[in-house]
């Protein structure tokens, strides 16, 4: 009896899951990174160095309809797609170059106010591989 309840639990809870606190999850980010590294390939292989900090803004997020929009300037902006976690939500930028670049914004850290945040960049410059990998923390941005 308890084995054949296993999957009608499992359905109950994984559906329930989305629902979980998606009604305080911000509809838009301001993220600023301080810290990394950027690799590049040269010469037959990877060197890395910190790279410049960034700051990047995502915008009108749409989580059951995993969208958003990463503000680039008051003229431009970028689609992102949502790809949702328990305790994450990560956003895609594929750039017209086919390159690509994600953003993953972690739960509130209650304690400090913000939310912790990954962003990698995968992309090419002059024929050579590069990416990049930054930490650092977004907070919710209110009214425009």
């Not at 992102?80 to 939500?89: G, P, S, T, Y």
């Not at 850290?109 to 995968?122: K, L, T």
Request: charged share 15%; net charge negative.
């Amino acid at each position: 009896m308890y084995v054949r309840r296993m999957p009608l639990v499992t359905a109950v809870l994984v559906a329930a899951v989305p629902a979980l606190g998606a009604e305080d999850t911000p509809t838009h980010y301001v993220c600023a990174f301080d810290q990394g590294f950027i690799w590049s390939y040269e010469a037959g292989r990877f060197t890395s160095e910190p790279p410049s900090a960034l700051t990047l803004e995502i915008a009108d997020i749409n989580l059951e309809g995993q969208s958003a929009t990463l503000v680039m300037d008051a003229k431009k902006s970028a689609t992102l797609r949502i790809v949702r976690a328990l305790n994450a939500n990560h956003f895609l930028e594929v750039a017209n170059e086919g390159f690509l670049n994600l953003t993953t914004i972690y739960d509130l850290d209650a304690a400090n106010g913000v939310y912790p945040a990954v962003h990698s960049r995968h992309f090419g410059l002059l024929g050579q591989p590069v990416f990049a990998q930054y930490a650092g923390t977004c907070k919710a941005k209110t009214g425009n």
